[in-house]
Each structure stands twice: as C-alpha cells, then as structure tokens.
T-cell receptor, first 111, second 114 residues
Framework: GENVEQHPSTLSVQEGDSAVIKCTYS??????FPWYKQELGKGPQLIID?????GEKKDQRIAVTLNKTAKHFSLHITETQPEDSAVYFCAASDTGNQFYFGTGTSLTVIP | KAGVTQTPRYLIKTRGQQVTLSCSPI?????VSWYQQTPGQGLQFLFE???????NKGNFPGRFSGRQFSNSRSEMNVSTLELGDSALYLC?????????????FGPGTRLTVL
C-alpha cells in the first residue's frame, strides 16, 4: 500500500516568515493530494488540494506544489500569522479510494 | 450546507465494554470513512462505506466494525474495549467516493477507555 512521509514534525517560524512542509509518497498511482489543518479539539479541515494533472496550485497565502517524477509534494504558507499555528497533515489517495496520511507537522508562528 | 456531524463528542468507557459512534455526512455525500487518531500513530484508516457497502478496510482487528444506512449515516462499533482504543475517532464524508473526491472531516468523538 501507499506510504506517506512528512517532514518536519515540528516547525517554528516568526510571524511574517514563510513555512514549508514536505511530503513524499511511494505509490506512483496516487493521484490526489490534500492538505489538512487541525486545530486543538477540532477535526482536520481541508486547506488546499492538488490533483496529479497539476503541478502547482495557489490560494491566497497558501500554495501546494507536486512533483510526480520525484513523488513529493509540498505546502507553502507565506506571510505567516499566529492563527496559522496548528497541526498540518498531508495525504495521498490511491486508485482504491483510500487516503493515507502523513504523521503531521506542528506549526508554531511566533508573534 | 451543514458539515459532518459526529455524536457523541466525548465518551468514557471501561475495559471490556462496547461502544457505538455515529456519523452524519454532508447532505448528498454517499461515502463515509472512519479514522482513528492517536498521538503516536497519527491518522489511521479504519474502513470506508459507500452506498451501504464496506468498500475498503484498514488493518484493525475484528472488534472494530461499522455499517452505513440508506440515508448515508454511518455507525462504528468497538467491542471488548481495550485501553489502547482510547483515541479520537474521526469520520469523513465525500460525494462519490472516488480517489479524487475531497474528504470532509467531522469534529470527532473522543473515546477514553479506563
């Protein structure tokens, strides 16, 4: 089955700086890659996703890039704000409709 | 549209008991997936239901089971609870359950086994 690795596990940045989280996957058949943000006491919320026919997608301060050849995808958050502090998960979905999640990155934005 | 709802939000049980958790998907969504989230193991896939049929199953013992009703609402049951079953149980719904459908998560049910 698919194996998703996520790095780093913790990340601290100064407010206004950029944050980058990277994930790799093993199954070349995976074709959908969502990113979720989970705040304390809440369920994961989708923040951006990318499908395998696209190399990059941007939504305001958030962007995701996908390199299918290298089998990795990354989340980029620019101009970070304290409210961006949360745990972020990447995931990959294979053709069997099953989602595989990374182990999460705890992001802290220091005011 | 209302989001995914899960009940109850918190549960405390003792070892050996059984528990039933409920999930109501977003209106129009036919696929419901269940996940167990623990600090050590992250998000682990339990099973997925689509149109009342279990379509995928993760690597969990048979004590974990589920079902889906004709209105797409889903329940999961854990029998003979163990201390290690303490976790946040999340359900997620998607429209057609294809590999590129977005999954939307509920707030989860926090299960504590004493």
């Amino acid at each position: 089955g698919e194996n998703v690795e996520q790095h780093p596990s913790t990340l601290s940045v100064q407010e206004g700086d950029s944050a980058v989280i990277k994930c790799t996957y093993s199954d070349s058949a995976s074709n959908y890659f969502p990113w979720y943000k989970q705040e304390l006491g809440k369920g994961p919320q989708l923040i951006i996703d990318i499908r395998s026919n696209v190399g990059e997608k941007k939504d305001q301060r958030i962007a995701v890039t996908l390199n299918k050849t290298a089998k990795h995808f990354s989340l980029h958050i620019t101009e970070t704000q304290p409210e961006d502090s949360a745990v972020y998960f990447c995931a990959a979905s294979d053709t069997g409709n099953q989602f595989y999640f990374g182990t999460g990155t705890s992001l802290t934005v220091i005011p | 549209k209302a989001g995914v709802t899960q009940t109850p939000r918190y549960l405390i049980k003792t070892r050996g008991q059984q528990v039933t958790l409920s999930c109501s998907p977003i209106s129009g969504h036919r696929s419901v997936s269940w996940y167990q989230q623990t600090p050590g193991q992250g998000l682990q896939f339990l099973f997925e239901y689509f149109s009342e049929t279990q379509r995928n199953k993760g690597n969990f013992p048979g004590r974990f089971s589920g079902r889906q009703f004709s209105n797409s609402r889903s329940e999961m049951n854990v029998s003979t609870l163990e201390l290690g079953d303490s976790a946040l149980y999340l359900c997620a719904s998607s429209q057609g359950g294809t590999s590129t459908d977005t999954q939307y998560f509920g707030p989860g049910t926090r299960l504590t086994v004493l």
